[in-house]
């Protein structure tokens, strides 16, 4: 990144700008979203890719050109703020609005990214534009929802690392695969106890901002409910700050998001090829009596189901479950008024 740099100069770009803007949330009040400025690559994807394609985009994709300390503008619902790459290309804006969000029965509002043509490229004579959503949860929501991702939601095979390479370098969106029975899963409990609500869904996740898009596609594809996808930033050699918020990610997003919403409980998703029964339950601990339930899905390894069966014995301020499929799942929230009857018959 510093031999680019020094190549193209600060202000100089030799390929057209792009805005990934990454779905963020927040409050009637305040809202916290992230996103990157590239240069653009042009990734396009297809259930046709071959698996070399799948590996030229992928490798695309971690060998971003990023563009640092470049001004940005966010129009959001009557409010507008100026932002700055960092180093890494990346822009992040936690802020209060100056104007509050009037009260709405939908949960998802639009914001618009610009780098002015002043500035986004000299040889660009237009403003350079990206859309994304912005989820606030409303009065319609009984409870929120946090979930991991790989080997949670998507198969991933974590615990093996050459298939987890395998599947990240040579497939896309449209051949990974989904748990059997996920999405169904997700949309009963975003629809939760009365088949009518709004809840939110977070998706946690240790794997890298480089495979935002690919989850973002994953999403739409496998039609699962939408919700911010929360990633990591693998650039922090050398920088003492952020390695440790890489090693905390999924915890420190998480509290975030309690943090967020005082007044709602959670229900939070992982699997035991991580540390994710570690995490959640340092989190339930810290938030007593807001975590409603932890589910924890079983990966092929005896020792670390045999793990987490005994974290969840040994809890007895949270219910912690080890499930085999998202069924398991659908059953107990059923059971326990997480989720409609319908939503049972449908995972």
């Known amino acids: 990144d510093r031999v680019k740099n020094r190549k193209w100069g600060k202000n100089t770009h030799p390929s057209p700008l792009e805005i990934i803007a990454y779905t963020g949330y927040g409050t009637p009040e305040h809202l916290y979203c992230r996103g990157r400025i590239l240069q653009s690559k042009g990734i396009v994807t297809s259930a046709k ?12 994709r971690f060998e971003s050109d990023e563009v640092p300390h470049h001004p940005l503008q966010i129009h959001y619902e009557g409010n507008t703020f100026l932002l700055q790459t960092d180093e890494e290309g990346y822009f992040k804006l936690d802020s209060s609005l100056s104007s509050s969000l009037q009260p709405s029965n939908n949960i998802w509002h639009n914001a618009r990214f610009d780098l002015p043509a002043a500035v986004a490229n000299t040889q660009q004579h237009q403003t350079v534009s990206a859309y994304s959503q912005m989820l606030v949860p409303n009065h319609l929501a009984d409870y929120g929802v946090i979930s991991d991702l790989d080997d949670t939601l ?9 298939k987890m390479l395998y599947l990240a370098l040579f497939k896309n969106a449209y051949t990974r695969l989904a748990f059997r029975g996920a999405p169904a899963l997700y949309w009963a409990l975003r ?24 989850l973002d596609e994953f999403m ?62 340092q989190v339930a601990r810290q938030f007593p009596g807001r975590i409603l339930c932890i589910y924890i899905r079983a990966v092929n390894d005896k020792k670390r189901a045999q793990r987490v069966q005994q974290l969840a014995k040994a809890e007895t301020n949270t219910t912690m479950l080890l499930i085999e499929d998202s069924l398991d799942i659908a059953k107990h929230a059923q059971l326990n008024g997480f989720i409609h009857k319908q939503g049972l018959h449908l995972v």
């Open 191 to 214: 629809k939760g106890k009365n088949g009518s609500s709004k809840n939110p869904i977070f998706y946690v996740s240790n794997s890298p901002w480089n495979l935002y898009d690919m």
């Open 49 to 60: 890719d071959s698996p070399w394609r799948n590996l030229l985009n992928t490798y695309h």
């Open 220 to 281: 739409d594809i496998n039609h699962i409910p939408k919700g911010p996808i929360l990633l990591r930033d693998f650039g922090h050699a050398g920088n003492d700050e952020l390695s440790a918020a890489f090693k905390q990610h999924k915890y420190n997003e998480t509290v975030k998001i309690l943090e967020t919403y005082p007044n709602l409980p959670f229900i939070l998703i992982g699997d035991s090829g991580e540390k994710d029964a570690d995490t959640y339950l």
């Open 154 to 162: 998507i198969k991933s095979n974590i615990i093996s690392k050459t």
